[in-house]
């Protein structure tokens, strides 16, 4: 077997179509991983829809997956052929998840503990790097408040007991973000979502849910009761849109720092130097050369912190049809109908 079958878009803003692919050759640090799980993620439709991004065309998206290691480069030590990993991909052909095989370098993979599914495991690595690299990135060249982390020295005292809000808690990054905030010992956890949601957010750490519906003064008061007025210095906003950026400011204690995931869109007026409010855009991808380091440091534990439910992965909902059911899904993240979910879908169910 020399080809695969991958989901490409053909060139800028065109429809997806399946198409083949060849099987890539490892370099020396890297792995060809046959993919059993792949997750979509919101970037996946927008880069399709707006075109931007990526300039090579036809393109392969998807930056999610799971599967079982089928070759490995000669250099490669920690992980073996037949081993089931987790690992994040990149807007490069051979390295993107929406295929049959790709690529990865080896040290950011993961292997997947027992208890944890190739669908579950593929849930993971975007979302949960784009809340621990901007937090707990030491590289100066990355976009990172650079703060200490939960598995650094005096990681888990020196935000113990201090208020953190997250805007968007069901969110998969949101998710994430609420058990990031627990890990370092954040209390309390206030977050924003629909109240259904409520009794998962709390299993995950979240100490106080808020409806994201009500008008951001009530939200800010929620806030200020909840602390007792203690003030919030770290807020963490999972969906970045122009009113929950406002609100996640508006909610931050001067001096404290604001981690977004979209460009920013604070409003001008809100801004005083006074305040010395920082705000950190995310980039979550442990691919590029800043982001490396701390990339490996979160793979070296990802397997144990699955295995002992320090990190518990999105619900996931399987679409039919392998990589053909990717497309009606991206369209319904597109359209908001995703809730507190991670769309999956299995690329060796491809016909
Ligand atoms: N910068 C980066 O590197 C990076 C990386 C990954 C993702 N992102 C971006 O991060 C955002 C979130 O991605 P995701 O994959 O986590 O999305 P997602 O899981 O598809 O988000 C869906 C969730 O958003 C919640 N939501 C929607 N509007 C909300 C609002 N106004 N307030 C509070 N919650 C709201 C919904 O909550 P309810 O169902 O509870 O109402 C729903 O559960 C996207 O814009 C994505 O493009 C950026």
Known sequence: MSTQKALYVPEKQAPFKIGDAPLYEPGPKEVLVKLFATALN?????????????????????????????????EVTNV??????????????????????????????????????????ASVPLTLATVLIPNFNHNPEGNTANFTAPWEEGGKEK?????????????????????????????????????????????????????????????LAEIQKITGGKPVEYAYDAISLADTQALAYDALAPGGTLII???ESVPAEKKKASDDKRVVHAFGSVHPPE???????????????????????????????????????????????????????RPQETA
Not at 80 to 88: I, L, T
Not at 302 to 321: D, M, Y
């Open 42 to 74: 919101p970037v996946d439709w927008k880069i399709q829809t707006y075109g931007y991004f990526i300039t090579n065309y036809p393109t392969i998206l998807g930056t999610d997956a799971a599967g079982v290691v089928e070759k490995v480069g000669s």
């Open 80 to 121: 073996a052929k037949g081993d089931k990993v987790v690992f994040q991909g990149w807007f490069e052909n051979k390295y993107a998840t929406f295929q049959q095989y790709t690529l990865v370098p080896a040290e950011i993979t993961a292997k997947i503990p027992e208890n944890i599914s190739f669908d579950q495991a």
């Open 159 to 219: 935000y113990a007991g201090k208020p953190a809000f997250i805007v968007g808690g069901s969110s998969s990054v949101g998710q994430y973000a609420i058990q990031v905030a627990k890990l370092s010992g954040y209390s309390p956890i206030i977050t924003t979502a629909s109240l259904r949601n409520e009794a998962l957010l709390k299993s995950f750490g979240a100490t106080a849910v808020i409806d994201r519906s009500l008008p951001a003064p009530e939200i």
């Open 261 to 263: 995931v979209l460009d």
């Open 291 to 345: 982001n490396r380091a701390v990339g490996v440091e979160i793979y070296k534990r990802l397997s144990e912190w699955l295995r002992t439910g320090v990190i518990v992965p999105n619900h996931v909902e399987v679409l039919p049809n392998g990589l053909a059911g990717i497309p009606d899904g991206l369209q319904r993240m597109k359209e908001d109908k995703v809730s507190a979910t991670k769309l999956i879908a």
